[in-house]
């Protein structure tokens, strides 16, 4: 097979064919040119030449010749019309080769560059979707930090309820992946049970009824105990625990942290997605752990702040005491009144027109208005008796061993001062009081009641025309 192959014109070059084609076809002119020569100088030849021979030689080698011909004329055809498409833009397109020659070798070098392009477009390609990808990670950790950001600005400042920050916290951590959801559970009534406080974007998830208890057994149970965070993803080992967690509640994929500070754990977030195939990445564990730790942090603050009221008892502008201190005293007060069957009286007072007072005089003003109502209430009352400021304008009195009557003889005689005393000393627009008296256990036996009544009987007073007492 080898030396047919070597003496076949198939893997000759081009040139070669060329020359071949050229001299089939040159053939037949020649021919005519000996018949001519063979009628016209050797005439006794002519019964010897079989003119129909000649004839048909010369029709199979023309015939030789062109298909010669087309046989180098059709590929190149073929490879032009297939360039043409793979230049459009169709890089799966191939062209056949057929022959060793230089068409073949064009044909071959053309679907080497068609490949070596369609696989830096797919390159390309997933390049592009990469960038894609990392540009949406880049996002959703821009996002995820401003919500930080946000949640520490708002932490600091003070100014927003502790429920508020953890709500917009867990629909922040919601938020970092697409069809989230997340579950904030902390103590119930102090015990140690934890049950749902919050959530956002719970639909399908069977959570809201869930409780995680410190002694339970379910896979959750365990981060009271182990305060490590729970994994349950496509990465996640499997386990029937975990399966069996997963299929009761719904969940696809699943983050629980503890929300601790040292050994003490606050609460339990839980944040999860229904995305299929899905694996958490060490970094999205840890951002969400970010905000765990930031809403940790707002409970230990809002707990810090709670603790500190309750530790200051007076007023820093009037220097009287406030209204958690005198409250709780009041509810001594009560208790010992009962015990000895003594009284125990409470007024309450309110300076009358005072927003608009606020408005025409301003903040510099009213705080010095407050100041000689404070001075004036210590100056008019019996030594045992403990003076507050409850509100903006509104101010206490406590009156152990004081009856209704007697705290009422007391409230009046402030009230006339009050009246009677141009509190601005400048001789204009004249402030004055409405008060309202309670008394144990006849208005109430606890000191929200005795508060509400008295308070009730402020209103009264200004309903009914203002600078009076009511008792």
Do not use: W
């Not at 070798?105 to 592009?128: C, P, V, W």
């Not at 006339?416 to 008296?437: D, H, M, Y």
């Amino acid at each position: 097979m080898g030396i047919f192959r070597k003496l076949s014109i198939i893997n000759k070059s081009l040139r070669y064919k060329l020359m071949l084609a050229f001299s089939l076809m040159s053939i037949i002119p020649l021919l005519a040119c000996v018949y001519i020569i063979s009628m016209y100088i050797f005439p006794q030849l002519e019964n010897l030449v079989n003119v129909t021979t000649i004839i048909f030689i010369s029709i199979i080698i023309s015939i030789l010749g062109l298909i010669l011909a087309k046989g180098l004329i059709d590929p190149i055809i073929e490879m032009a019309v297939e360039a043409k498409i793979i230049a459009g833009g169709d890089y799966d397109r191939k062209i056949s080769v057929y022959t060793d020659d230089e068409v073949g070798n064009l044909a071959q070098s053309i679907n080497s560059m068609t490949h070596k392009i369609r696989l830096n477009l797919d390159e390309l390609k997933n390049y592009g979707q990469r960038m894609r990808e990392v540009n949406v990670e880049i996002n959703k950790k821009i996002l995820a930090l401003s919500s930080l950001l946000q949640l520490g600005d708002l932490i600091s400042a003070g100014t927003v309820k502790l429920d508020s920050l953890l709500e917009l916290a867990v629909n922040k951590v919601s938020l970092i992946f697409d069809t989230g959801f997340g579950i904030l559970y902390m103590p119930k009534d102090g015990g140690e049970d934890f049950v749902k406080r919050l959530s956002y974007n719970i639909d399908q998830e069977r959570v809201g009824d869930l409780i995680i208890k410190k002694d339970g057994h379910s896979i959750i149970d365990k981060i009271l105990i182990e305060q490590s965070i729970i994994v349950l993803d496509k990465s996640a080992k499997a386990s029937k625990e975990a399966e069996k967690f997963k299929a009761s509640y719904n969940i696809k994929n699943m983050l629980a942290i503890p929300m601790q500070f040292g050994k003490k754990v606050f609460g339990v977030l839980i944040v999860g997605n229904r995305l299929d195939d899905f694996r958490y990445k060490v970094d999205d564990i840890d951002l969400i752990n970010i905000f765990a730790k930031q809403m940790t942090i707002a409970i230990e603050s809002d707990i810090l702040n709670r603790r500190t009221e309750e530790l200051v008892i007076k007023d820093d502008l009037t220097d009287l005491y406030n209204k958690s201190f005198i409250s709780a005293r009041l509810e001594e007060e009560i208790k010992r009144a009962i015990f000895y069957q003594r009284p125990c009286s409470f007024i309450v007072f309110d300076i009358d027109n005072f927003k608009n007072f606020r408005d025409r005089y301003g903040e510099l003003a009213t705080e010095e208005v407050l100041k000689r109502m404070a001075k004036l209430l210590k100056d008019n009352i019996p030594p045992v008796g403990k003076a507050a400021r409850t509100g903006g304008n509104e101010f206490a009195v406590l009156l152990p061993e004081k009856n209704k009557k007697e705290a009422a003889h007391i409230a009046e005689d402030i009230r006339k001062k009050i009246e009677a005393t141009n509190l601005l000393r400048e001789g204009k627009a004249p402030l004055t009081v409405s008060g309202g008296v309670s008394e144990n256990p006849i208005d109430g036996t606890t000191a929200e009641e005795l508060f509400k009544r008295a308070t009730n009987a402020v209103k009264e007073a200004k309903s009914s025309g203002k600078n009076r007492i009511i008792a």
